[in-house]
């Protein structure tokens, strides 16, 4: 469903491990991990421009976004 998804764009890859990664999303620092990536992201390789497709719902969880799901 396209309106449960949320695209940060320039996402900086600091490190990454067999869980996850770590990148900076705008002024935050966050690790991402055990998460499903969504069709558009495209964080394999930590280039400029990279963009990241989360879940409303992931994002909400690891602070990048304020969300609240419709009851």
């Known amino acids: 469903m396209p309106d ?5 764009d320039h ?3 600091l ?4 869980m996850g990664f770590r990148c900076r999303i705008g ?3 966050v690790w991402v991990g055990y998460l ?4 558009g992201t495209t964080i394999d390789q930590p280039l400029p421009g990279d963009r990241l497709v989360l879940r409303r719902a992931d ?3 690891l602070g990048l976004i304020a969300w609240t799901p419709a009851a």
């Open 4 to 8: 449960q998804l949320v695209t940060f």
């Open 11 to 13: 996402v900086e890859v």
């Open 15 to 18: 490190d990454r491990g067999d």
């Open 27 to 29: 002024e935050r620092v």
């Open 36 to 39: 499903q990536p969504q069709p």
């Open 59 to 61: 994002a909400a969880e």
